[in-house]
């Protein structure tokens, strides 16, 4: 089993990194649009038509910076997305109206977003012999950083003042900063100077995009747990709402623990493609359970919703593994970064309509919209493996081009 911490080393590096940036995100997915609603007295709907946009605007940043950091040295890429994001993040606090906070907002997500894709290209390179189980490995730490930031941002919202709550954006800032400057001890991974062939082979991958498609589906599943379920529980069930932390706590705990022993096992395109499937599973039997708690007496419910919760996560890990292992093995070497940005679009899509989606089908229709959604994750996970050998057999041809007409020298 992998050590809490990695070895001395470029590991251990990107990991405090990737930790101390979570913790600071931990802090923004607290209380950040309470800041903007409590502390800059926007109006919510305000708040959400501007998260909206920040987050369409986002998504092709991630192709285009993937690409640089696969050019021109992803150290050195990534290391300045994360100062471009603590830099919009500190703006927050000059954001007293729509269009700046807009403005800022968008400049945050889009960092974001890239610092995502330049990211990859470092997991690849720094992740041994089996990147996709490191990154399965930092997502288990992006757990932890998160809660910790959640328990401090815990305290911003009991004060509830707007010097508390610049305090967390200033926190959050300087979070972004100090991981920028964890991330320079790496050493340089020297770019492929030139590839032969087209340059956005990523866009012209028709396989990798039908996966990028269904990836981004079942990613609507992330939004179950933090949107749909808190919802559901104090509008349509008995149960008691402090529950709405005890399903936070159990997903969090559950994704620390087995993430990486999930990932494990899932070593090549087909054991993701099977995951992908297992996981579609797994969501439709959570919804299922989730349906049944309206109507019901209180400990019922509950017992219902954390059963509902605990079989979610096992999927989430199956996901979350499945998406890992594809999203890196059908990826060229020379251009990770590129199509690492290419797989984040339907994350980032997922992250734009999901919530709008789960609220139309899970909380306005109610029972029903649950068992929609439940059999839309069954069915994106049972079309996952076809489109998965698809991109096998063209792999020939869509990496035709992966090796470089000539390489810098390495370090």
Request: include cysteine.
């Amino acid at each position: 089993m992998r050590h809490l911490i990695p070895d001395a080393g470029p590991q251990r590096v990107l990991a405090g990194s990737n930790f101390v940036y979570t913790v600071g995100s931990g802090l923004y997915l607290t209380a950040g649009v309470l800041y903007f609603t409590q502390a800059v007295h926007l109006p919510a709907g305000q708040v959400g038509l501007g998260l909206g946009i920040a987050g369409f605007m986002a998504l092709a940043v991630g192709i285009a910076v993937g690409h640089l950091a696969d050019t021109h040295g992803a150290r050195g890429v990534y290391a300045v997305t994360l100062v471009v994001q603590a830099l919009a993040t500190a703006g927050f606090v000059l954001a007293d109206s729509f269009w700046p906070f807009v403005l800022a907002v968008s400049a945050a997500t889009g960092a974001k977003a890239a610092g995502l894709a330049a990211r990859s290209p470092l997991i690849r390179h720094y992740g041994g012999d089996r990147p996709q189980e490191f990154r399965a490995y930092l997502r288990a730490v992006t757990n932890v950083g998160i809660s910790l930031g959640a328990l401090l941002a815990g305290w911003v919202v009991q004060v509830g003042t707007l010097t508390a709550y610049q305090l967390l954006v200033i926190g959050n800032a300087i979070a972004f900063v100090a991981s920028a400057a964890i991330l320079v001890r790496l050493p340089p991974v020297m770019p492929v100077a030139t590839v032969a062939g087209p340059r956005w082979i990523a866009l012209r991958d028709r396989p990798y995009l039908l996966i990028t498609v269904l990836d981004g589906i079942m990613a609507i599943q992330f939004k179950v747990l933090t949107v749909a379920i808190p919802l559901w529980l104090v509008g349509a069930t008995t149960a008691p709402h402090w529950l709405v932390s005890a399903t936070m706590l159990t997903g969090t705990v559950i994704v620390v623990a087995f993430q990486v022993r999930a990932s494990r096992g899932i070593n090549s395109p087909a054991a993701g493609a099977d995951a992908y499937r297992r996981a579609g599973v797994a969501f439709l039997v959570a919804c299922v359970l989730i349906s049944l708690s309206a109507g019901i007496p209180a400990w019922a419910a509950a017992t219902l919703i954390m059963t509902a919760v605990v079989i979610h996560t096992v999927g989430e890990l199956w996901h979350a593994a499945a998406g890992f292992e594809v999203s890196f093995a059908l990826a060229p070497q020379h251009a990770t970064g590129q199509y690492l940005g290419v797989f984040g679009l339907g994350a980032g899509l997922a992250e734009a309509l999901g919530p709008g989606l789960l609220i139309a089908l899970c909380i306005t229709w109610g029972r029903p919209g649950w068992y929609a959604v439940g059999a839309m994750f069954a069915l994106t996970g049972l079309a996952a493996p076809p489109a998965v050998r698809w991109a096998q057999r063209h792999e020939p041809a869509a990496q035709k081009h992966s090796e470089p007409a000539w390489k810098e020298p390495a370090a």
